[in-house]
Each structure stands twice: as C-alpha cells, then as structure tokens.
C-alpha cells in the first residue's frame, strides 16, 4: 500500500504520519489492501480553479475525487487508485462551524474521497444515503 501526499497550503498544519495511518486504514476496511493513493491538500483558491477546469463549477468545494480506475483511466484491477484533492482551509472553517476539531473533519473528507475513488456516489438521495452510511462506518472504525 501506498500513500503520497502533497501539502501545497498553509492554512493547517498537518501530520503526514497520522493521515497516511488513517488513509491505510480505510483502503485496509474497504478491502484495497494494495491500492496506491495520491493526496493533494490545498486551499480554497486552488481547489475553486481545479473544480472549475475538471467539473466546470466555478465554486470552491471541500473535497474532489479523480478516479484512475473510472472512464479511460487504468484496468479495474490496477492498484493505483486516483488522486484526493482536499482544501484545509474549508476542512478549518466547516470544522468550526460543526464544533469539532480541524483534524476529524480533515479524515471526514478523507474518507469521503477514498469512497468516489472506490466508486461511491451521492448525486441521488439512494447513492448518498449509501455512501454516508459507510463513511460513518469508517469514521467510527478509525
């Protein structure tokens, strides 16, 4: 198994140690015991341009998900996942908003792009339903 990680803001410091551990965990709980997995942690700014340019939104967004395993990417079967691009600086402000720590939220949005690489949806209520169940699975395992 392995995780890269790259940390391009300065809004929160982070514990590369401690999400490498948790994003292990999770790909372990979700049977991908040999999955390869790229992070990106940046700001709202970066993640507003790279949600515009890949999904046409001109918003910024907490978390996005680039599957290397859906469309023309690599066989099903390939180790390498895809890329999670996750924005500290939203993790820090709806962290605040919901009273809970940077950190939880930061493994909550985590978790959340593991599950779109892994194939989960939640355009529709059914799909959301299904992933938020398994993402309060996983944030209750770790």
């Known amino acids: 198994m392995k995780v890269d990680i790259r940390d391009l803001q300065n809004k929160l410091k982070i514990d590369k140690k401690e999400?490498?551990?948790?994003?292990?965990?999770i790909l372990k709980k979700m049977g991908e015991g040999r999955a390869e997995l790229s992070l990106l942690f940046v700001n709202d700014s970066h993640i507003k341009r790279?949600?515009?340019?890949?999904?046409?939104?001109?918003?910024?967004?907490?978390?996005?998900?680039?599957?290397?395993?859906?469309?023309?990417?690599?066989p099903g079967d390939s180790p390498i996942l895809g890329d999670v691009v996750i924005s500290l600086?939203?993790?820090k402000r709806e962290a605040r908003k919901r009273r809970i720590s940077a950190?939880?939220?930061?493994?909550?949005?985590?978790?959340?792009g593991i599950l779109h690489l892994l194939?989960?949806?939640?355009e529709t209520p059914a799909d959301r339903k299904k992933m938020m169940s398994k993402q309060k699975e996983l944030m209750e395992a770790m």
Not at 54 to 73: C, I, P, Q
Not at 103 to 112: D, P, R, V
């Open 50 to 74: 790279l949600n515009q340019k890949y999904r046409n939104v001109d918003s910024k967004t907490d978390v996005l998900a680039f599957s290397m395993r859906e469309g023309h990417g690599l």
């Open 103 to 112: 950190q939880k939220e930061l493994l909550l949005y985590l978790a959340h």
């Open 89 to 91: 600086e939203t993790a």
């Open 119 to 122: 194939g989960y949806k939640d």
């Open 19 to 25: 999400i490498t551990k948790c994003a292990k965990f």
